[in-house]
């Protein structure tokens, strides 16, 4: 049984680095499909964030790509989210998930999440 | 970006009743449209994915229907365990930029 965990700091300061990791238990994230991050602002709906491959190629929402980053530590079976240069605007609760678009199919796994506020 | 919109924003029914949910995307999608419950503190679920199929062990009360640009969300004798809120994403773009819509809420009438 797949199972994705997250963790990290649950506040951070504005213009500093979010970052987050995601454990994965039941499933190589080297053995196929995708790794991803999603988050969603408080009264606010989803938010799509990116994407790291089996392979570690990584795909990003256009409209945070500048900010940023995710990668993976295939030793510990585990993937991370920084996100730089935080606002407000990203306080949110952050999953990850698993992302079968490799045959074309969706997240069908999820974290249950973890909050992070952005606030001095 | 293929922006997602659900209709109506909060859903009242009652218990064994038939609920009938709907997203449109502003461009086609083909099939490629997922629907997710979710509930407060709990991860996301996934219900329905290709517009029409159950995910694994999900019940048959719930249904999808659509293609391309109109999608519909069937949930045919609501149970208590139903009220929550229903997201649709599509996952048609490549290279990859998944957009969901902003949530219909179902609530207990």
């Known amino acids: 049984q797949v199972q994705l965990q997250e963790s990290g700091p649950g506040l951070v300061k504005p213009s500093e680095t979010l970052s987050l990791t995601c454990a994965v238990s039941?499933?190589?994230?080297?053995?196929?499909?995708?790794w991803g991050w999603i988050r969603q602002p408080p009264g606010k709906g989803l938010e799509w964030i990116g994407i790291?491959?089996?392979?570690?190629?990584?795909y990003y929402n256009p409209s945070l790509k500048s900010r940023v980053t995710i990668s993976r530590d295939t030793s510990k079976n585990q993937f991370s989210l920084n996100l730089n240069s935080v606002t407000a605007a990203d306080t949110a609760i952050y999953y990850c998930?698993?992302?079968?678009?490799?045959?074309?199919?969706?997240?069908?796994?999820w974290g249950q999440g973890t909050p992070v506020t952005v606030s001095s | 970006e293929i922006v997602m919109t659900q209709s109506p924003a909060t859903l009242s029914v009652s218990p064994g009743e038939r609920a009938t949910l709907s997203c449109r995307a502003s461009?086609?999608?083909?099939?490629?449209l997922a629907w997710y419950q979710h509930k407060t503190g709990q991860a996301p679920r996934l219900l329905i994915y290709?517009?029409?199929t159950r995910a694994t062990g999900i019940p048959a009360r719930f249904s999808g229907s659509g293609s391309g640009t109109v999608f519909t969300l069937t949930i045919s004798s609501l149970q208590s365990e139903d009220f929550a809120v229903y997201y649709c994403?599509?996952?048609?773009?490549?290279?990859?930029?998944?957009?969901f819509g902003q949530g219909t809420k179902l609530d207990i009438k």
């Open positions: 039941g499933y190589s994230i080297t053995n196929a499909y995708y």
């Open positions: 461009q086609s999608v083909t099939n490629n």
């Open positions: 290709g517009a029409s």
């Open positions: 994403q599509q996952y048609h773009n490549w290279p990859p930029w998944y957009t």
């Open positions: 790291i491959s089996n392979g570690g190629i990584t």
């Open positions: 998930a698993r992302d079968l678009r490799s045959i074309v199919q969706p997240m069908d796994v």
